[in-house]
Structure formats: C-alpha cells, structure tokens
C-alpha cells in the first residue's frame, strides 16, 4: 500500500500524470485494460449500430467511476504523454470515440446531459451557426493560451487547473492543488446540467485537437442517398455536426440522431398529409359516407405509422390521447388526433381496444420486415465518404 504520507508536492505533481495507484504495476494493467475495453465496446457497438440508451450509460459510467473515482482521473491526456499521441492516431480511425465514451470528465457531462438535454426542433440553423462561431473561438483561444503557458512556465504550472487532477483530491487530500482542480472539475459538471459539454467543446486542448483529427477519421456517422432531408438530425444534435457538409470534428458519437431518426423518421409526413386530406374530405362529404368505418380505417392507417417495435406501447399512448388523457407525443399525428376527436367524438367513446391490439399483433411481423431495412439506410455508422 502506498504511503502517501511520504510524497513532497513535487513528487505528487509527477504522479498526477497518471493516477495514485502507480506503484502498483497490477493496478496500472487494470486501468489500462478497464478503459480500454470501454472504448473498444463502445466502437464496435456503434460500428455495428447496435449502441443503444442502456449500453451508453453503462460504458460512461464505468469510466466516470472507474477512469474517474478510482483511478483518479485516467487518462489525463490533457499532459502530453506517449498516451495522449497514441490515441490522437487511434483516432483517425474511429474518430472521438475516445472523447466520447472513454474520458471520465467527459462521460460525466454526458451521462448529465442524457438526464436533461431538450432538443428545439423549432431552432433556427442561423442561431446554430452563430453558436458553433462562438465555441471555436473561445475553444481556440483557451487552446492558444495553454500552449503558450506551458512553453513558458511548464506543464505543472497548468495542474491546479486541469479538472481532471480534481479526481486525485481523493487520494490526496491535503494537496490544496488538487482541491482548487476539484473545484473546477464541480463548477464543470454543474455547467453540463445547461451546456452540453462544455469543458469538450470550449476549454479542453486535447479536445480542440480531436475536432482537427476527427474531420479526418475513417469512421465516422454519415447520411446516405436514403436519407428524407427532413432535417431532424440536425437540430437533435446537441453538438451542431447533424448538417449534410458536416466533416463531424465536433461529434461525439452520442448517436442522438440515429435514435432520433429511427424512432421518429419512420413516420412518414406524406402519409401524414394524407390522412389529413382524407378527413378533410370526409368533412365535406360526411353525409355520403360511414363514419364509423371511415373512423375505422384512419386509425388503422395512423398504427401503420408507429415504429413497429413500440407499436403496442403507442397504440396505448394514441387511444389515451383520442380520449384526451394526455397529448401525443409527435406533434404530426397530435394535430390529427385533435381533429380526429373534433370529428368522431361518438365512435372513439365506442373504440374496441382490443380488436385493433389483435389486428397489430396479426401484422406487426410484416410492417417490421418492411421498414427495418429502410430505417437503416437512413442513417448508419459507415466508411466516410472521401
């Protein structure tokens, strides 16, 4: 066991670069071998797209509590070790999985921003513009003036300031270096809640570095001729990379948009404008016409809509909406429930839930086998274009 009693500040400077366990050589491998499997898991799930919710709050918490907690911090490749400059190559490969799922300051912004992040799918690209404007400019001018800080002064000159040494205040608490980075690593988490991260995106070297080499990477989330232009990915991206010309220096592989566009994208907005001229018409000729296997019929062809996975689980959300328990949650097909129980408010008090839960589970199999391949193509994790 270390005695940590013996370290005079200088040697506790050195041994910040890596975590306070480094006597331990076993201990060492561990780490090492711990965060690298997070990063490797993480690649190959989105390489596969097979990356979902539960497996990214899995991977970021194993390195916020494992490369964080208990190693203290590692990989602290904000100091330019052999460690940093292998990963800035393995990135040309895989772009920032690294950033993304391996740095433990960085799976703490993420993990809050999954708790809290809201998308305005109403924000206009200009307002998004003029954000990412700002960010590189103050990320480059904070990258600008570490470099000449550390040219001048020194590599220990910048450890009270990295956030990252916050980690190590555990294991030494008497370090008052390490308590002012701790107080930087709070301030940051607790800016996470608002910003989405913003320790990557506007103050951290190494990360100003990953944006250049990211651009470059092999790997990378691209659209395909697939894709419906309709402009979701875009404003669901809560790093501004979503756009057609994006190179993805900033893309953290969140994978945001795939979740997004797959759950949200098979709902296609010309059938949508269908049905809604269909109840337009019926509105118009109502006399002439059945309501009730008309009714029938337009909350068919809105199930056909639903995700075939979630199609049971919507089912329920539609008809609680129809009886106006609550609202929809995709606007496209509220407007048409509002309609729907302006038109019908005597057949939905008469809806048998249970013959269309049957009808569902009679099709389901099919409209999966039609759609699954489709959404893929949408959106995949593939070799960028050159």
């Given at each position: 066991?270390?005695?940590?009693?013996?370290?005079s500040?200088?040697?506790?400077?050195?041994?910040?670069?890596?975590?306070?366990?480094f006597?331990?050589?076993?201990?060492?491998?561990?780490?090492?071998?711990?965060?690298?499997?997070?990063?490797?898991?993480?690649?190959?799930?989105?390489?596969?797209?097979?990356?979902?919710?539960?497996?990214?709050?899995?991977l970021?918490?194993?390195?916020?509590?494992?490369?964080?907690?208990?190693?203290?911090?590692?990989?602290?490749v904000?100091?330019?070790?052999g460690?940093?400059?292998?990963?800035?190559?393995?990135?040309?490969?895989?772009?920032?999985?690294?950033?993304?799922?391996?740095?433990p300051l960085?799976?703490?912004?993420?993990?809050?921003?999954?708790?809290?992040?809201?998308?305005?799918?109403?924000?206009?690209?200009?307002?998004?513009?003029?954000?990412?404007?700002?960010?590189?400019?103050?990320?480059?001018?904070?990258?600008?003036?570490?470099?000449?800080?550390?040219?001048?002064?020194?590599?220990?000159?910048?450890?009270?300031?990295?956030?990252?040494?916050?980690?190590?205040?555990?294991?030494?608490?008497?370090?008052?270096?390490?308590?002012?980075?701790?107080?930087?690593?709070f301030?940051?988490?607790?800016?996470?809640?608002f910003?989405?991260?913003?320790?990557?995106?506007?103050?951290c070297p190494f990360?100003?570095?990953?944006?250049?080499?990211?651009?470059?990477s092999?790997?990378?989330?691209?659209?395909?001729?697939?894709?419906?232009?309709?402009?979701?990915?875009?404003?669901?991206?809560?790093?501004?990379?979503?756009?057609?010309?994006?190179?993805?220096?900033?893309?953290?592989?969140?994978?945001?948009?795939?979740?997004?566009?797959?759950?949200?994208?098979s709902?296609?907005?010309?059938?949508?404008?269908?049905?809604?001229?269909?109840?337009?018409?019926?509105t118009?000729?109502?006399?002439?016409?059945?309501?009730?296997?008309?009714?029938?019929?337009?909350?068919?062809?809105?199930?056909?809509?639903?995700?075939?996975?979630?199609c049971?689980?919507?089912?329920n959300?539609?008809?609680?909406?129809?009886?106006?328990?609550?609202?929809?949650?995709?606007?496209?097909?509220?407007?048409?429930?509002?309609?729907?129980?302006?038109?019908?408010?005597?057949?939905?008090?008469?809806?048998?839930?249970?013959?269309?839960?049957?009808?569902?589970?009679?099709?389901?199999?099919?409209?999966?086998?039609?759609?699954?391949?489709?959404?893929?193509?949408?959106?995949?994790?593939?070799?960028?274009?050159?």
């Open positions: 066991m270390i005695n940590r009693g013996n370290f500040t200088e040697d506790q400077l050195d041994y910040s670069k890596y975590f306070p366990h006597g331990d050589g076993l201990f060492v491998g561990l780490a090492i071998l711990i965060m690298f499997l997070v990063g490797l898991t993480a690649a190959i799930l989105i390489y596969k797209n097979k990356m979902n919710k539960r497996m990214r709050i899995i970021l918490s194993i390195s916020f509590f494992c490369g964080g907690i208990l190693f203290g911090g590692f990989p602290n904000i100091f330019l070790t460690l940093t400059f292998l990963i800035l190559g393995i990135s040309l490969l895989f772009g920032r999985v690294f950033c993304g799922y391996v740095c960085g799976a703490g912004q993420e993990l809050l921003s999954m708790a809290r992040l809201k998308t305005d799918l109403f924000n206009k690209r200009e307002s998004k513009k003029k954000t990412k404007l700002v960010q590189n400019l103050v990320r480059w001018a904070f990258c600008v003036g570490f470099f000449i800080v550390i040219l001048l002064l020194g590599f220990e000159i910048m450890t009270p300031f990295n956030p990252l040494n916050g980690f190590l205040f555990l294991w030494f608490p008497l370090n008052y270096l390490f308590l002012i980075a701790l107080i930087l690593l301030i940051i988490i607790i800016t996470s809640i910003v989405y991260r913003p320790f990557c995106r506007y103050i990360g100003a570095i990953m944006s250049l080499i990211g651009r470059f092999i790997i990378k989330i691209r659209r395909t001729n697939a894709c419906l232009d309709c402009g979701l990915c875009e404003k669901i991206c809560p790093a501004l990379e979503g756009f057609h010309k994006s190179r993805k220096g900033e893309c953290y592989l969140c994978c945001r948009c795939i979740d997004f566009c797959s759950k949200e994208m709902i296609d907005p010309q059938k949508i404008s269908q049905i809604s001229r269909q109840l337009t018409a019926f118009l000729l109502k006399d002439d016409l059945p309501n009730g296997a008309f009714f029938d019929n337009i909350i068919k062809s809105i199930i056909r809509l639903i995700t075939p996975n979630k049971l689980h919507e089912f959300e539609l008809m609680d909406a129809l009886e106006g328990k609550r609202d929809f949650p995709i606007d496209l097909i509220h407007n048409i429930i509002m309609r729907l129980r302006a038109i019908f408010p005597d057949e939905i008090s008469k809806i048998d839930r249970t013959k269309h839960k049957k009808w569902i589970e009679q099709n389901v199999s099919v409209w999966k086998q039609r759609i699954d391949s489709y959404q893929m193509e949408k959106l995949i994790y593939g070799f960028a274009k050159n």
